[in-house]
């Protein structure tokens, strides 16, 4: 899924669209903006993971790096932020440049799946919207267990297919997206999580503020369609476009939902 990422046109659309964030929101009244709305995810998220200074967090798949830069300036923690698009990391370390954090924050090069860091070296493990791309959730998860200490928290939000509610068109279309057959429902995911070793401390579901969401993200696409098609690729434009439409529809007929989830790895 690297790939998909390091298209300029994508990158343009994900950073002009969503912004710095490239997270869901959550909407107390749906009025919000979708910079307010992501805001209040990550508070909201580090606020159940009990987040203490001086803890070490690493942070994968960590977009442009807004939430390394928010858990280290808010909470005082230190973050190793990682990815695997050379073209989101070189963002990151952009957006950083003048921050008083290189002693707290740092951008690395790394995939889930196989992180290149010591057993036991971390008190918390983050993932927001990215698990979704994962064709082994499993394996993912039990690299999480392996790098953070015991007693340590996983903090996970995933947009996540209920492919028991998806018709075979709709499967099929998520399947050629993500490049991958084995979708995992929200059940699923719980099912991962404990199999991995952890226990599931907290399950939220935040169906409704994925509908709202992909519905505020399509409308800004669409209102700047003029715009980005001076910019870009009609092709690029064009598959992005299609595929944040059926998402939003998919969102609004609850068939794609938004679950936050908090586990933690037994103290001994």
């Given at each position: 899924m690297s790939e998909h990422y390091e298209n300029s046109g994508v990158d343009r659309l994900y950073s002009a669209v969503w912004g710095e964030n490239i997270h869901y929101g959550v909407y107390e009244t749906g009025d919000e903006t979708i910079e307010t709305a992501t805001w209040a995810a990550k508070r909201l998220m580090a606020e159940a993971a009990r987040l203490r200074p001086g803890e070490r967090v690493l942070e994968v798949a960590c977009g442009y790096g807004a939430t390394a830069r928010y858990l280290a300036e808010a909470y005082g923690v230190s973050v190793v932020a990682s990815n695997i698009s050379?073209?989101?990391?070189?963002?990151?370390?952009?957006?950083?440049?003048?921050?008083a954090l290189d002693d707290r924050v740092s951008f690395e090069y790394a995939d889930f799946h196989d992180l290149p860091f010591p057993d036991e070296s971390f008190d918390v493990w983050w993932c927001q919207e990215s698990m979704v791309h994962s064709p082994d959730k499993e394996r993912v998860l039990r690299?999480?267990?392996?790098?953070?200490?015991?007693?340590?928290?996983?903090?996970?939000?995933?947009?996540?297919?209920?492919?028991?509610?998806?018709?075979?068109?709709e499967r099929a279309a998520v399947e050629a997206r993500y490049g991958m057959s084995n979708l995992s429902s929200p059940a699923d995911y719980e099912r991962h999580i404990t199999d991995a070793g952890f226990t599931l401390v907290e399950h939220r579901d935040w169906q409704r503020h994925a509908a709202l969401h992909r519905a505020k993200v399509l409308a800004r696409l669409e209102q700047h369609m003029s715009e980005?098609?001076?910019?870009?690729?009609?092709?690029?434009?064009?598959?992005?476009?299609?595929?944040?439409?059926?998402?939003?529809?998919?969102?609004a007929e609850g068939k794609l939902s938004l679950d936050f989830y908090l586990a933690e790895k037994p103290a001994g």
């Open positions: 050379e073209t989101q990391l070189a963002r990151c370390r952009e957006m950083a440049g003048g921050r690299e999480a267990y392996r790098v953070l200490k015991p007693g340590g928290r996983a903090v996970i939000s995933d947009h996540i297919f209920w492919h028991e509610r998806l018709t075979p068109q980005f098609a001076r910019e870009m690729d009609a092709e690029t434009l064009e598959n992005n476009h299609r595929s944040w439409a059926h998402w939003a529809d998919l969102a």
